[in-house]
């Protein structure tokens, strides 16, 4: 499943994202993954997430970010949740469609049975038809 947080930039997307890993993490069976554009927010977070600065690791495709991700999967298979803030950055997607990565992102959550909660700085009118039905909150 994928729930996403949409906004423009500043709208307050970061701090929805980081309420709902802290309020998720009470209640997860397996362990929460959050993945940012840096470490921040390392101490708004709940002890018990794993924070990954995305940027440490030279990432320069979605295709690249996909396979991260999947590196990530591998290594723990324990994994519940994942949350992506600033997603559009984080897999080199800022003003391009978003579709394909999409549709790619919920076969991995289909196929591993894990949840991924995007933060995208889209207004959800701009919104692929297939992420529009995955909108949580609206900003």
Not at 26 to 36: E, P, R, S, T
């Amino acid at each position: 499943m994928i729930q996403i947080i949409a906004g423009e930039k500043g709208k307050g997307k970061t701090k929805h994202l980081i309420e709902k890993a802290n309020a998720d993490i009470k209640q997860a069976k397996g362990n929460i993954v959050y993945l940012d554009k840096s470490d921040k927010h390392m101490y708004e977070l709940n002890n018990k997430i794993r924070l990954i600065n995305v940027v440490d690791y030279g990432i320069e495709s979605s295709d690249g970010f996909l396979g991260f991700i999947s590196g990530i999967i591998s290594q723990d298979h324990d994994l519940d949740t994942m949350f992506l803030d600033s997603f559009l950055k984080l897999a080199h997607l800022e003003g391009k469609d978003i579709t394909d990565t999409i549709d790619k992102l919920e076969k991995i959550s289909e196929t591993f049975h894990i949840v991924f909660v995007l933060s995208v700085s889209m207004d959800e009118k701009f919104l692929p038809d297939n992420a529009k039905s995955k909108v949580l909150i609206s900003l």
